[in-house]
């Protein structure tokens, strides 16, 4: 780790050059921050999880043509990915009310949704990553109008991905964050999905008791965030039964 260049570090992952150009080697560590990093600690085998959880995800979308910067896993925390120009956007998609838009509406959480909502948020720390509209997005210039276009597209193919699969096990998807990036390739440029898609980055309710799988836990202490991951990423087979992510890694490699 130490002898690779640090690119960045973000709240719960860090970025490294990658091997190649155009690469980034991106690994997933145990913080865990709610609140805009008020509240903060650190999770034994988050990092773990979240990183075999976001390769499951975006191999799959990658699989059914959905674009994104994933390339291979390389260790227990550690994944392959493609550099990208990052869209200044955090792109929500909800099915459910849930979190600030329950408050914000008055909507009682777990309302079912008349179809599935995108908003969008501006990536910016020091302001709490403010919801903006469209016409934030254009008039300052965080996006074009061909760009929001693909990114509408992309986040609803997303949502019906991980919907579908999560539904598949048990698991209802109230809502979820992405983020994309720009790639060019010769004369083209196109936006692909970046980041992570993790329990991190969404709301996970088991469909029969509700049960929250997700950072909610730790947003408000209901639990053990690594229990709730591991019953994620077992229930999708990322992780067979009886490993924990800490004990037993030669299982899940
Ligand atoms: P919200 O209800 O707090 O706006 O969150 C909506 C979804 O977006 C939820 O699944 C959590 C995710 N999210 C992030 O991944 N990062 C963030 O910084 C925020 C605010 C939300
Ligand atoms: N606000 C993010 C969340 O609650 C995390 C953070 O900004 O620290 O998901």
Same mark, same amino acid.
């Given at each position: 780790?130490?002898?690779?260049? @640090?690119?960045?570090? =973000? @709240?719960?992952?860090?970025? +490294?050059?990658?091997?190649?150009? =155009?690469? $980034?080697?991106?690994?997933?560590? #145990?913080?865990?921050?709610? +609140?805009?990093?008020?509240?903060? #600690?650190? $999770?034994?085998?988050? =990092?773990?999880?979240n990183n075999m959880l976001s390769e499951y995800f975006m191999v799959g979308l990658n699989m059914i043509g959905v674009p994104t910067h994933f390339i291979k896993r390389l260790n227990m925390r550690e994944q392959l990915v493609?550099?990208?120009? $990052?869209?200044?956007?955090? $792109?929500?998609?909800?099915?459910?009310?849930? %979190?600030?838009?329950? @408050?914000?509406?008055?909507?009682?959480? %777990?309302?079912?949704?008349?179809?599935?909502?995108?908003?969008?948020?501006?990536?910016? !720390?020091?302001? %709490? !990553?403010?919801l903006v509209s469209e016409e934030h997005i254009a008039a300052f210039g965080w996006a074009s109008a061909q760009d929001m276009d693909d990114i509408l597209s992309l986040a609803l193919r997303v949502n019906d991905f991980m919907a579908g699969v999560l539904y598949g096990v048990g698991i209802r998807l109230v809502d979820f @964050?992405?983020?994309v990036g720009r790639v060019f390739e010769g004369d083209f440029q196109r936006l692909i999905v970046a980041d992570e898609i993790s329990p991190d980055s969404c709301r996970?309710?088991?469909?029969?008791? %509700?049960?929250?799988? #997700?950072? #909610?836990?730790?947003?408000?202490?209901?639990?053990?965030?690594?229990?709730?991951?591991?019953?994620?990423?077992?229930r999708l087979g990322v992780m067979p039964k009886g490993a924990t992510p800490m004990a037993r890694p030669t299982l899940i490699n």
């Open positions: 780790m130490s002898r690779r260049k @640090k690119i960045y570090e =973000g @709240k719960a992952k860090t970025l +490294f050059e990658g091997p190649e150009p =155009g690469t $980034i080697v991106q690994y997933f560590k #145990d913080d865990a921050t709610a +609140f805009n990093a008020e509240k903060r #600690d650190v $999770i034994e085998g988050k =990092g773990v999880l493609r550099a990208v120009e $990052i869209v200044p956007l955090e $792109i929500i998609v909800r099915n459910y009310a849930a %979190g600030s838009l329950a @408050k914000r509406l008055g909507l009682e959480e %777990g309302t079912q949704l008349p179809r599935p909502i995108v908003e969008y948020c501006l990536k910016d !720390d020091k302001l %709490g !990553d403010p @964050k992405i983020e996970l309710w088991d469909v029969e008791t %509700g049960q929250k799988l #997700d950072k #909610d836990v730790f947003r408000r202490d209901l639990g053990s965030l690594t229990d709730a991951y591991t019953e994620v990423a077992r």
